[in-house]
Every structure is written in structure tokens, then in C-alpha cells.
């Protein structure tokens, strides 16, 4: 097998690599536009940051880690993990640090993808792997005057730890899945804290605790056991998708649940209406924590739901005219989650740029291939991403997918698979019609879509049928091109 490229040192990129070393090929390179591996868990060090999916549910199969901390692992401990991985399968020699892609060119009578990097440094690899994944560039909404604010302020993804908030007053804007975790741990150290919530959200128990070290050395000795663990966490969690589904007796339970958890620890009847979402439950992501309403009745704490008018240079105006006071304002506003490769531009056969293949929505042939972008390959891919269980199991769908191709490859002597565009049509029509019946569809503004209402990053099924449909490449939906020599040896033959 020639070269091969992986973009980004997250999971994904972790576990291709991973992958192409156990299958004995060494021949890949991993460019990372970071110092440093980790993707979303080297970004992301906000205080109280940790996984939303249970600890034995994000490591790889592969590699169980039986050791873990708590019941949900927090970031210090998954960035160890994925280093850990890392220097077990030698793959730091594969990584370059600090190279950022610029654009990848297609070279249809080479079959090579030629990469530059914004350094301006180039290389070329036979089969291209995207790992950059879909949260990897926060999303910093237009706030009018925020330029003028003379305090300081940043994104939750690129937390600034040498300012203190002590004794300060913070506005944090946003309330979503990365505010629920730190908001609770600056709120007892600052003078005041304002978080503006433009939408509620619907929110269950997380019943964290740590494991004990008997539980440890029990899963450790017997590594069936940790299996078995790790197989009822993923049930439970896969139980669930029926919510998605809008099943209604599941629905109303959960929907109960939430509720019981609004009343069980917030006693302020207006608090508790505004923070009832008004929309149904599943429809953006369910939201996890022991403490986030506990801190929310604190004193010092006020949740502000009147829309932001501006930004003044110390506080933050509504559009009923009151000020709020602010040293600090915090972006909890999520990343731009449906732009997907972006800055990195992708050009195909006959020059055909792929940002504009997706002026109207990306969209890709299992969230993996696109036609036109031959031996181009996406980990996390539009339309990949879940709502009700772990990432870690649709990678690993997605890495073994592409080793099949790989395969595929090297065993038939190819110069590359396109992917038919008829066949990622259709698989694409049928996948849109089963997110119209999805509670997604019934919901308004949210992550998993674009601003035209289209559902561009999540997967419309159970896990289950994602392993079904990528536990093989179907050759069948690919345009297989043979290497040059093969060709002219046909031609030789006819002649």
C-alpha cells in the first residue's frame, strides 16, 4: 500500500492510525495543526470539562481501559488515554505537529492527492483520511460592541487560565453542554455570574461518582467482566433511541424525568419555567449533570433569558434596557459544527472544489465517501453524529469501513474507488426521509442542523444499523479505476 494521510490527531485519527499499524502497514502520516494530540480533548480545558458518554463506553474496544477515575471521565484523564494509545502503537513518529492543511488537490492521472500545508510544504499520499471531525472550530457568534468591551473575554474552548475570576463579575453566554459543566465550578469563586440563556434545554441526572479501587482491580483481573460492563453501558444508552424516534412512552418518561429533576432542586417557580425547554425532548442534545440547577438557585447567580442587545465596555445590555455588569464574558456558544472541513480546502477529479459540492448541505455516501473525491475517506463525517450514544463505536465503524477499502485497494492493485454518485444520491434520499420522522425535524435551531433547517450532522438510526451498513465496503457503490500498467497491458492484450 503507497502513502497515506490522516488529518488531525483526535480520536479518529487515532484510531486509523491504530488500525494501519495492527494491519501492518506503516507507509501513513498523521498532520496535526496542534503541538499537541487530542483533538477536542486537548482544546477543550475549561474547569469541570469531561466526557458526556460513560468512561468504559469512550476508549476504543480495542484498548479497554479498566482503570478509570469516575463513571464519566474528565479531560486530563481522556487526553492521557489518547496519549497512552499513542505511544503503545508507536505513532508519534508518524505525527507532524504544527502542520495545518491548506488545500488537498486530486491528481487524476497520478491517482495521488498533492497536499500543501499553510507553511507551504507539500506531500503527496494515495488515499487522504479526514480526522478533523465536526467540533474543532468554536463558534463566536456576532455580538454588537463585544470589540468594545474593555474586560476580558474568550471562547469556553480556548479558556484563558492565567485570568482570574475570583471575586469578579462574570456573564457567560450560553448554556449548553460545555456551560453546564464549568458554570458550576467558577460559580463559588466569583462575586457574580449572569448566564444568558437564549433556549433551555432538557436536562437529566448525571450520577457521577468515582470507582472504587476494589471495582477497579476487579475489572482489571477479570477483563470479561469489564467487557460485559462496558456491553450493558452501550445497551442502556442504545435502549434510548427510540426517544429520537419520537416513541411516545418513552418520550413522556424521559420528558417526566427531566421535569422531576427541574422541580426536585429548583423551589423558584419563575427560574423553573424559564428553564422548561419548548421543544420536545431529544430534539437537541439531552444535557447531563448533578449540579448545574443546584448552582443556578445560588444567590450570586442570575439566569437572563431577555435577548442581548449589545455589548458596552464594562456590561452586557438586554433589550429591556438593563445592564449586567461584567469584568468577564465567556462564549459558550459551541463551534461551527456544520461547516465540517473548513479552512482546508478539498479539490476533486476535473478541479471540483468541495466546500461548493456543498454549498446546499455536506453530504457523503455513510458520512464517509463523496463522489468525485476518489480514495478521500472522512472520519465523523456529515450526517455520523449521535444523540444518544458514544462517537467512539461510529469511528470505529468508520475506521474499519476505510481498512476495507485500503484493502481493497492494495489486493486489486487499484489506483483508487470513487464512490457513484447515484449510489450516495440514493443513500442520501432515503437517509433524509428517515430524519423528516426524526424529533430532530420537529425542533428548531440547534447544532445538529444548518440555518435552512436541513440535518446535516447526525446518523438517523440505531448504532446497530450504522455496524451493519459499514461492516464491509459494498464495492458495488464505487467506480474502481485500475492503475495505468493494468490498462495498457488490457490494451496490449486486445491488440
Not at 442520501?428 to 424529533?439: D, K
Request: proline share 4%; aromatic share 10%.
Amino acid at each position: 500500500m503507497g502513502r497515506i494521510v490522516i488529518t488531525g490527531a483526535g480520536f479518529g485519527g487515532l484510531c486509523m492510525a491504530i488500525q494501519l499499524k495492527r494491519a501492518g502497514i506503516n507507509s501513513f502520516t498523521i498532520l496535526e495543526k496542534a503541538e499537541r494530540l487530542g483533538g477536542t480533548w486537548r482544546d477543550n480545558t475549561y474547569p469541570g470539562a469531561a466526557c458526556d458518554s460513560p468512561s468504559f463506553l469512550y476508549c476504543f474496544s480495542f484498548e479497554p481501559k479498566t482503570d478509570w477515575s469516575r463513571k464519566w471521565a474528565q479531560q486530563p484523564e481522556i487526553l492521557a488515554y489518547m496519549e497512552h494509545c499513542a505511544r503503545k502503537y508507536d505513532l508519534l513518529r508518524h505525527i507532524r505537529f504544527g502542520t495545518e492543511v491548506a488545500i488537498a488537490r486530486f491528481d487524476d492521472d497520478a491517482a495521488l492527492w498533492h497536499i500543501r500545508t499553510t507553511k507551504g510544504e507539500t506531500l503527496d499520499a494515495e488515499v487522504l483520511v479526514s480526522g478533523v471531525g465536526q467540533l474543532n472550530r468554536p463558534s463566536s457568534p456576532h455580538v454588537p460592541g463585544l470589540d468594545r468591551f474593555r474586560g476580558v473575554s474568550f471562547h469556553s474552548a480556548r479558556w484563558q487560565h492565567e485570568h482570574e475570576l475570583a471575586g469578579r463579575s462574570v456573564a457567560v453566554i450560553g448554556n449548553a453542554a460545555s456551560a453546564i459543566q464549568f458554570i458550576p465550578q467558577i460559580a463559588p469563586a466569583v462575586k457574580r455570574l449572569s448566564v444568558f440563556q437564549r433556549s433551555a434545554n432538557w436536562m437529566v441526572p448525571k450520577n457521577d461518582r468515582p470507582y472504587g479501587e476494589h471495582e477497579k482491580r476487579l475489572y482489571a483481573r477479570f477483563p470479561a467482566l469489564a467487557r460485559l460492563y462496558r456491553w450493558w453501558i452501550y445497551l442502556t444508552y442504545e435502549s434510548r433511541f427510540p426517544v429520537i424516534r419520537q416513541n411516545a412512552l418513552l418520550s413522556r418518561l424521559a420528558t417526566r424525568m427531566a421535569e422531576q429533576n427541574i422541580r426536585e432542586h429548583v423551589r423558584d417557580p419563575a427560574l423553573r419555567r424559564a428553564l422548561v425547554p419548548d421543544y420536545p425532548i431529544g430534539g437537541k442534545r439531552i444535557l447531563i449533570s448533578d449540579d448545574y440547577y443546584q448552582t443556578l438557585a445560588r444567590e450570586n447567580v442570575e439566569v437572563v433569558t431577555t435577548p442581548i442587545e449589545r455589548v458596552s465596555e464594562d456590561a452586557i445590555v438586554t433589550r429591556d434596557g438593563k445592564r449586567h455588569p461584567a469584568d468577564v464574558i465567556i462564549l459558550a456558544t459551541g463551534f461551527e459544527s456544520t461547516s465540517f472541513l473548513v479552512p482546508m480546502r478539498v479539490e476533486g477529479i476535473g478541479g471540483r472544489v468541495l466546500e461548493e459540492v456543498w454549498r446546499d448541505g455536506a453530504e457523503a455516501y455513510l458520512g464517509i465517501s463523496v463522489a468525485g473525491f476518489p480514495n478521500f475517506f472522512m472520519l465523523y463525517g456529515p450526517n455520523t453524529n449521535l444523540g444518544h450514544n458514544s462517537i467512539i463505536f461510529m469511528l470505529e465503524c468508520q475506521v474499519r469501513y476505510i481498512m476495507d477499502c485500503v484493502r481493497t485497494l492494495a489486493a486489486r492493485d487499484l489506483a483508487y474507488l470513487d464512490v457513484r454518485a447515484d449510489a450516495m444520491q440514493a443513500y442520501n434520499q432515503r437517509l433524509r426521509a428517515s430524519l423528516e420522522r426524526s424529533v430532530w425535524a420537529k425542533t428548531g435551531k440547534s447544532w445538529y442542523k444548518r440555518a435552512d433547517g436541513r440535518i446535516t450532522n447526525n446518523w438517523s438510526g440505531t448504532t446497530v444499523a450504522y455496524w451493519w451498513r459499514t461492516r464491509r465496503a459494498d464495492l458495488r457503490r464505487y467506480h474502481q479505476k485500475a492503475r495505468a500498467k493494468d490498462a495498457e497491458r488490457a490494451v496490449a492484450q486486445v491488440a
